[in-house]
Each structure stands twice: as structure tokens, then as C-alpha cells.
């Protein structure tokens, strides 16, 4: 009985999840052929012959301004809402927002989100620059972990579940602690560990996930942040995902407050 209703309710999912609000509005405004007043000049790629020569034309077309039928970015009310809360329920999250600057944009409002001028944060020495650059213009402060050494390989790994401890003893008034899931070269750390250890001391867990979009959809690969409990991520669709460049996803979940 229990399996015949997760069954049916992956099923649900499935079925919710073929549906493409954001692409099916971009290509009913390219059907309509609506006559563009307005960014890009281009017109649909009718200004300029070397480019639809160039990317070709159904690209041309799709390449529009924000326009009411789209939605806009900055505060969705239809097609981009709903095509973010399906990306939550593909990701396992609370909300999920589309991020046009890449992973970096992601990153730092997961810090600027979870700490203020002051506060401190735990995370790894071989963070991304993103991170480095959101603490020097919020002005955190960051509590690094030496993530060690494959002396074999040359490679930084990630943080062990022993520094974490002990990080969050000497500093118990930090804010919150960001992982890579997986670093650059693909090394996890013990990331469901880290995440209980992080909410007994009542810190955020924030998870860089720039490589590791594709954790989500596959269960023998490592656990995703979602999934092990963190309370935002970062995932780089462009980088593990395959999507367009620039494009990445901000994860929030409760308690943390996505307004
Ligand atoms: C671990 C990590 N985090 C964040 C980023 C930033 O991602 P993006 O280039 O999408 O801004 C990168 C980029 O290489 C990265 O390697």
C-alpha cells in the first residue's frame, strides 16, 4: 500500500515535471511572430542577416526582452514563478531562484543572506573566490578550514568532520558554514555530518554546489545538499547541468526566509 502511494505520487511528479512554462511562453510569443518595439534591436533576428546566419534563426527569435507574457526576473508572478517552483520540487528545495550572473550571484546571496558586517562564517580555504569576494563586500568574517592535501594526486581535498567540530567549538557565535559539494576537482565532504553538527550549534549550512548539479539526479552519485539537510545551495546548471551559460539556481529551505 505505503510503496502503490509513493508510486503514484512519483508518477504525479513526473507528469508536473514534463511541463516547460518558461520555454512554451518564449515560443508561443516566436509563433505569434509579435512585432518587436522594443531591446534587442535585432527584431527577431530581421535587422541583422549575419546573425540568424550566425546562430541561427529559431535563436534569433527566442532572444527577447522581458515582456508581461515572460514574466520578469526581478518579482515573477507566472511563468518564471512557475517554473522555479517546479525547479524546487526537481531539487528537492523550498524555493528555487534562476540566476542569470552564474554560480557567483548564487553564492554570495547565500552569504550575504546568512551573515552581516561582523558576523563570522566557517568554511573551507579553497572556496571559490566568489565567496572571498561576497565576505570583502559585506564584511564577514571568514573562519578558514584547511582542507589538507592528496599528496599523490596535488590536490586540495575538503573539510574533515573533526576541523568542523572544532571550528565550531572555538567559534560558536558563527553564523554559518559553507561547504563544497563537491570541490573543484570533485572531492565531498562528509556533507550530512557537517549539516548536523552545523544546526546542534544553530549555524546556516550553505553548499557551493557549482560542480555537483547533477548530485540531484542520480542515486549513486554523492549526496546533494538538498537531500543531506543544508539550508541553501548554489548549483551551477551551466557547469554540471548543461544548460546555457551564465545560468545557475539558488536553493533556499526553511528556516531560512527567501523574501
Ligand atoms: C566551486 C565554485 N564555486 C562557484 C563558482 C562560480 O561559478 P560561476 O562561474 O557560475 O559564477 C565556480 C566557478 O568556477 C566554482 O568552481
Not at 535587422?47 to 529559431?58: I, T, V
Not at 550575504?112 to 564584511?139: E, F, M, Q, Y
Request: neutral net charge; hydrophobic residues 45%; charged residues 20%.
Amino acid at each position: 500500500m505505503a510503496s502503490n502511494e509513493s508510486n503514484s505520487a512519483q508518477e504525479a511528479m513526473r507528469a508536473r515535471q514534463s511541463a516547460t512554462p518558461l520555454a512554451d511562453a518564449l515560443d508561443e510569443q516566436r509563433i505569434n511572430r509579435l512585432a518587436h518595439f522594443d531591446v534587442p534591436a535585432h527584431k527577431g533576428g530581421r535587422m541583422n542577416a549575419e546573425l540568424p546566419e550566425y546562430f541561427g534563426k529559431r535563436c534569433m527569435e527566442l532572444d527577447v526582452n522581458s515582456m508581461k507574457p515572460l514574466d520578469n526576473l526581478g518579482h515573477p508572478v507566472s511563468v518564471i514563478r512557475d517554473a522555479q517552483a517546479l525547479a524546487a520540487e526537481a531539487f528537492g528545495a523550498d524555493n528555487a531562484f534562476f540566476m542569470v550572473n552564474g554560480t557567483t550571484s548564487a553564492v554570495q546571496t547565500m552569504i550575504w543572506t546568512a551573515c552581516g558586517r561582523g558576523d563570522k562564517i566557517i568554511l573551507p580555504r579553497n572556496v571559490h573566490r566568489s565567496a572571498i569576494n561576497a565576505l570583502v563586500v559585506n564584511g564577514a568574517i571568514p573562519i578558514y578550514i584547511n582542507p589538507g592535501r592528496d599528496k599523490r594526486l596535488g590536490i586540495p581535498l575538503g573539510m574533515s568532520v573533526a576541523d568542523v567540530k572544532r571550528a565550531i567549538e572555538e567559534h560558536p557565535d558563527a553564523k554559518a558554514i559553507l561547504v563544497n559539494n563537491p570541490t573543484y576537482y570533485g572531492i565531498c565532504s562528509n556533507l550530512r555530518a557537517i549539516v548536523r553538527l552545523a544546526h546542534a550549534a544553530g549555524m546556516l549550512v550553505l553548499a557551493d554546489e557549482a560542480h555537483g548539479t547533477h548530485f540531484y539526479f542520480h542515486e549513486q552519485l554523492p549526496v546533494s545538499a538538498m537531500a543531506a539537510g543544508a539550508d541553501m545551495a548554489a548549483a551551477s546548471i551551466h557547469k554540471t547541468g548543461g544548460s546555457l551559460t551564465q545560468s545557475s539556481i539558488l536553493l533556499p529551505r526553511k528556516p531560512v526566509n527567501p523574501d
